[in-house]
């Protein structure tokens, strides 16, 4: 069973940082993406920085040169390092994974979700 183990998160005030966490296990599947995604009050989940299989890393305008995210291939674990942050970051943040597997020439494919984690930003 995929679990999403999120970590980080809290209160900050506008121009300080903070780092998230995602440790994945029961992954036995391939791997396609990982990333981090939020949803602010009231809006839809966008996508904050998503990694490739092949480790490129794909970030939102809105977030470039403040975000940096990092993969620990081994230990399946996405790290999400945010600096000058602004009110406008403040939202419910996920850890998604999404993969595939071909067994007994089907095709199965996974998307996951962890529970979210709040970060609050104040002006």
């Known amino acids: 069973q995929v679990q999403l183990l999120e970590s980080g998160g809290g209160l900050v005030q506008a121009g300080g940082s903070l780092s998230l966490s995602c440790e994945a296990s029961?992954?036995?599947?391939?791997?396609?993406?990982m990333g981090w995604y939020r949803q602010k009050a009231g809006k839809l989940r966008e996508p904050v920085a998503v990694?490739?299989?092949?480790?490129?890393?794909d970030y939102a305008e809105s977030v470039k040169g403040r975000v940096t995210m990092s993969r620990d291939v081994a230990k399946n674990t996405l790290h999400l390092q945010m600096n000058n942050l602004k009110a406008e970051d403040t939202a419910v943040y996920y850890c998604?994974?999404?993969?595939?597997?071909?067994?007994?020439?089907?095709?199965?494919?996974?998307?996951?979700w962890g529970q979210g984690t709040q970060v609050t930003v104040s002006s």
């Open positions: 990694i490739s299989s092949g480790g490129d890393v």
């Open positions: 998604n994974v999404d993969g595939e597997k071909i067994e007994g020439g089907v095709r199965y494919v996974y998307d996951h």
């Open positions: 029961g992954i036995d599947f391939k791997l396609n993406t």
